[in-house]
C-alpha cells in the first residue's frame, strides 16, 4: 500500500484541484443524492482504494501554512509543484471573483488507488451548482474556449472527457445532483459507478464505516489503509486517521486506528515486544509503566533542549512512544521506517527540519495514535 500526502499529491492534482476548487461539506447519503438532496461521500468511493484525503475547506490550511516558521523550508521542495499548484494556483482560481466557487464547492474528497503513480486518484467535490457546466466554465477559462468534451456511457451513467489544451491528458467527469467526480482516468470513474451501483463502497466497508463522525469545522483528514504505524499491523482491513492541525512552530497528526476485534490481540502483542531504543537524539519505549517512568524522569530533569521539550509533552498514559529528530531518522532510514508512518517516509525529506514526537495510547479498547512535529530552527 503506497498512501501518499500532500506532498505528492500536489504532481498528480494540479489540473484536479485548478478544475474545482477548494472547501467542502458533510456526511450525506446516496439515495438522496439522485434525488437532488445530501449525499454520503464515502458512498462514492471505491472500497478496494488504498486512501482517501478528506476537508471541508482546504483554503483555510492553504491561506494558513504561509505563516507557519517551516514554510520556508517546505517551499524548498517546490519541484513537487505542491507550493505553486495548492497554495498558488488554486487560490487564484478560488477567489470570490472567479464563479464564487468558494460559495459553490463544500468538501472535498481524494481517493488513492493501485500503485505509486500520482495520477491514479480520483476527486470528489460536493458542490451546490451544477456540475458539468461548472467544470466547463472552468476548463475553458484555463484552455481557452474551444474545449469540448465527448461523451461516453457505462453502466447507465454519462461520462464526460475533456482534453486539457494540447497536453497530452484528459479529463474525466462523472456529475451528479450535488456532486462531481473527476479522474485523470476513466477507468476509476468507472470503477467509482461500479461501487455505486453493486453497494461496494467505502460507505459500506464494515471497518471503516463503523468509525465516521461528524468533524469540526475546517478539518482536512487522512485515512490510510495502514497501521499508526508499519510495525503495528499488517492487515488490509486496518485503517488509521490522521487528522491534520498546524500553528506557527508545531504541525501534527491525530487519530485513531481502526481494526477488526479479530487483530486486536496481535496489536497489542506487536506493541509488547517493541524493543526500546535511547540512542543519540532517538528514544523508543513500550510499555505504560516505562513510558510513565521515562517521562517522569525527563519532566524532573531541567534540562532546556527542544528534545527533552517534546518528550516532556507526551501522556504518561501512553502505551507506546517515540522521540527523534528527524536528522537522525534520515541517516538511519531502513531501521526506524518502522515506527514511522509511510506517507512520512515516502517524503521524508520534507520532515527533516523537525523533532518528531509520537504515542499510541488504548482508548476504548482501541488504539488513538498523535505526531508531533516541532521545527527546530
Request: hydrophobic letters at 35%; aromatic letters at 12%.
Amino acid at each position: 500500500m503506497r498512501f501518499r500526502t500532500v506532498v505528492k499529491i500536489g504532481v498528480g492534482l494540479s489540473v484536479l484541484l485548478f478544475c474545482v476548487g477548494v472547501a467542502f461539506y458533510s456526511f450525506l447519503s446516496l439515495t438522496d443524492a439522485e434525488k437532488g438532496k445530501d449525499i454520503n461521500m464515502f458512498a462514492l468511493i471505491p472500497d478496494d482504494c488504498n486512501g482517501v484525503l478528506d476537508t471541508d475547506n482546504i483554503g483555510y490550511y492553504t491561506s494558513e501554512f504561509p505563516r507557519t516558521s517551516y514554510a520556508i523550508d517546505l517551499d524548498t521542495l517546490h519541484h513537487s509543484e505542491l507550493i505553486n499548484n495548492i497554495l498558488t494556483d488554486i487560490t487564484k482560481y478560488t477567489s470570490v471573483n472567479t464563479h464564487g466557487l468558494s460559495n459553490q464547492i463544500k468538501r472535498l474528497m481524494i481517493s488513492f488507488h493501485d500503485s505509486t503513480p500520482t495520477k491514479d486518484v480520483v476527486a470528489y467535490f460536493n458542490i451546490a451548482g451544477g456540475g458539468n457546466k461548472f467544470v466547463l466554465d472552468i476548463l475553458r477559462q484555463k484552455y481557452g474556449s474551444d474545449v469540448y468534451p465527448k461523451t461516453e456511457e457505462y453502466r447507465g451513467r454519462k461520462i464526460e472527457i475533456y482534453p486539457l489544451g494540447k497536453t497530452a491528458n484528459f479529463l474525466s467527469v462523472l456529475s451528479g445532483d450535488g456532486y462531481i467526480v473527476v479522474s485523470y482516468h476513466k477507468n476509476l470513474i468507472e470503477r467509482v459507478i461500479d461501487a455505486v451501483k453493486d453497494g461496494s463502497s467505502l460507505a459500506k466497508d464494515t471497518v471503516f464505516s463503523k468509525h465516521q463522525i461528524k468533524k469540526s469545522a475546517n478539518y482536512l483528514t487522512f485515512y490510510g489503509r495502514t497501521g499508526s504505524f508499519p510495525l503495528l499491523a499488517d492487515n488490509k482491513n486496518v485503517w488509521s486517521e490522521f487528522e491534520l492541525h498546524l500553528n506557527s512552530d508545531v504541525l501534527y497528526l491525530s487519530g485513531s486506528m481502526y481494526e477488526p476485534d479479530s487483530c486486536m490481540h496481535d496489536t497489542n502483542l506487536r506493541l509488547d515486544n517493541i524493543r526500546n531504543v535511547l540512542s543519540d537524539s532517538i528514544l523508543i519505549v513500550s510499555g505504560r509503566e516505562k513510558v510513565d517512568s521515562c517521562i517522569t524522569n525527563a519532566i524532573s530533569q531541567s534540562r532546556s533542549s527542544i528534545f527533552y521539550h517534546c518528550l516532556s509533552n507526551l501522556s504518561r498514559e501512553a502505551s507506546y512512544i517515540m522521540v527523534a529528530d528527524m536528522d537522525k531518522v534520515v541517516q538511519n532510514i531502513d531501521q526506524y521506517s518502522p515506527y514511522v508512518p509511510e506517507f512520512i517516509c515516502d517524503n521524508i525529506e520534507l520532515f527533516r527540519p523537525f523533532i518528531i514526537s509520537s504515542q499510541i495510547t488504548e482508548v476504548d479498547g482501541g488504539f488513538s495514535h498523535i505526531y508531533v512535529f516541532t521545527y527546530k530552527d
